[in-house]
């Protein structure tokens, strides 16, 4: 019969194993959401925060492989730099959480979508992405085209087959744009939360594992 040790030491595996594709996916998502920002055409969209987040999750990463070594070596010197790196991600958890401001967040968006509608202006067919990927037409409606007497772009028609649709896209740009990118936002605001109790979780199986090593060693030292 397995000993609470043993376990322990599995149940700390399986839990770091599993916070490894956890760790994976966060950071394949953030990855696939970089880059539709920079196809969106706005580096300046991409701002400390989304570098922070990639931190976060390669730092979970991290902590994930020393935990699963630690508790697969039953050693506590690794067990503490794993919970260290816990630590430290709450710590980063924390800070974005203390930083959401959903104003600010769509204030951003509208001048991000408003600066790509100004290029489209100068250099037709900047709106090109954003468009397709968000089904919308123009800044606030195809109007915008209309009313200045400019072609709708074929990017603003729903294609299905290599025929468009008779009608353009109803929405303008700016209120998909910044519906979709709330959304997100608020995903991730939640996402960080989630991941907050997840690794407390993890702190404590480790502790809990390293006072049973401790009293191991203390039995043997006898």
């Given at each position: 019969?397995?000993?609470?040790?043993?376990c322990l030491?599995?149940?700390?595996?399986?839990?770091?194993?599993?916070?490894?594709l956890?760790?994976?996916l966060a950071t394949l998502a953030g990855?696939?959401?970089l880059l539709h920002k920079l196809e969106e055409g706005s580096m300046e969209h991409i701002d400390i925060e989304k570098i922070v987040q990639?931190?976060?999750?390669?730092?979970?990463i991290l902590a994930a492989l020393i935990g699963c070594s630690g508790a697969f070596l039953g050693s506590i010197?690794?067990?503490?730099?794993?919970?260290t790196l816990f630590a430290l991600v709450i710590g980063a958890h924390g800070w974005k959480l203390s930083t959401y401001n959903e104003n600010r967040h769509q204030d951003t968006t509208e001048v991000f979508v408003m600066g790509i509608w100004m290029k489209e202006l100068a250099h037709p067919g900047a709106m090109y992405q954003l468009q397709r990927r968000y089904e919308c037409c123009g800044d606030k409606g195809y109007a915008d085209y209309t009313s200045l007497k400019l072609k709708v772009p074929p990017s603003c028609f729903h294609t299905d087959n290599g025929v468009h649709a008779l009608y353009?896209?109803?929405?303008?740009?700016m209120s998909a744009v910044k519906r979709d990118h709330l959304k997100f936002y608020r995903f991730e605001k939640w996402a960080h939360i989630g991941l907050i109790g997840y690794e407390i979780v993890g702190i404590i199986l480790?502790?809990?594992?390293?006072?049973?090593?401790?009293t191991k060693t203390r039995r043997y030292a006898y």
């Open positions: 019969m397995p000993t609470v040790q043993v030491q599995w149940a700390a595996v399986v839990f770091n194993a599993f916070t490894l956890i760790g994976i990855a696939y959401d990639l931190s976060i999750t390669g730092t979970l010197k690794v067990l503490v730099v794993h919970m353009p896209y109803s929405d303008g740009c480790a502790i809990t594992l390293s006072c049973q090593l401790t």
